[in-house]
């Protein structure tokens, strides 16, 4: 029932930073689970990071210290800021949220770092 969309994607040089957003449709909790998570081509997808009013905030060793992500519980929106970009954080970023025993996807938005 809940629809996401990703914004913020596209083409950064190395050393960049780039902010990409999720809104959500639906109203959110603060227990709920809101993250990121990526696919680079011709990977699986690998979980980015994370936050919630249980668990705080949470990120994949690689992208510690480089990245931030927060939360608007009144805009039903999160985003994560990404700094110190490389072609390795490249990828399709896709916003998810657990509510429960419910999971949303969103459709997902492209960043590309070039070398």
């Known amino acids: 029932q809940v629809q996401l969309v990703e914004s913020g994607g596209g083409l950064v040089q190395a050393g960049g930073s780039l902010t990409i957003s999720c809104t959500a449709s639906?109203?959110?909790?603060?227990?709920?689970?809101m993250g990121w998570i990526r696919q680079a081509p011709g990977q699986q997808r690998e979980w980015v990071a994370s936050?919630?009013?249980?668990?705080?905030?949470n990120y994949e060793d690689s992208v510690l210290g480089r990245c931030t992500i927060s939360r608007d519980y009144w805009k039903n929106t999160a985003s994560l800021q990404m700094n110190s970009l490389s072609p390795l954080d490249t990828g399709v970023y896709y916003c998810?949220?657990?509510?429960?025993?419910?999971?949303?996807w969103g459709r997902g938005t492209q960043v590309t770092v070039s070398a």
């Open positions: 998810r949220l657990v509510k429960g025993s419910q999971d949303y």
């Open positions: 639906g109203r959110s909790s603060p227990s709920d689970i």
């Open positions: 936050i919630s009013s249980i668990s705080g905030t």
